[in-house]
């Protein structure tokens, strides 16, 4: 899975980072989303998927296809 985020479009919500803290975190000053791990382990897939869903501003990309581990 690869994910990408676009901080044109994140409104600072937060959603993502309480669905998958290891992998969203937001920057101090205005609460933009920061990618941590663009490549996240499997284990964490799961709530990438949620955050990616939860998200008001469609700001997260997933690529699923590329890698079968
Ligand atoms: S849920 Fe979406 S809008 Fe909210 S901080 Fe995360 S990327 Fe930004």
Known sequence: MRVTVDQDKCCG???CVLSAP????QR???GIVV???ARPP???HEAVREAAAV???A?????E???RV
């Open 13 to 15: 919500a937060g959603s």
């Open 22 to 25: 290891d992998v969203f975190d």
């Open 28 to 30: 101090d000053e205005d």
């Open 35 to 37: 990618l941590l791990d």
């Open 42 to 44: 499997a284990a964490l």
């Open 55 to 57: 998200c008001p501003a």
């Open 59 to 63: 700001a997260i990309a997933l690529e």
């Open 65 to 67: 296809a590329t890698e």
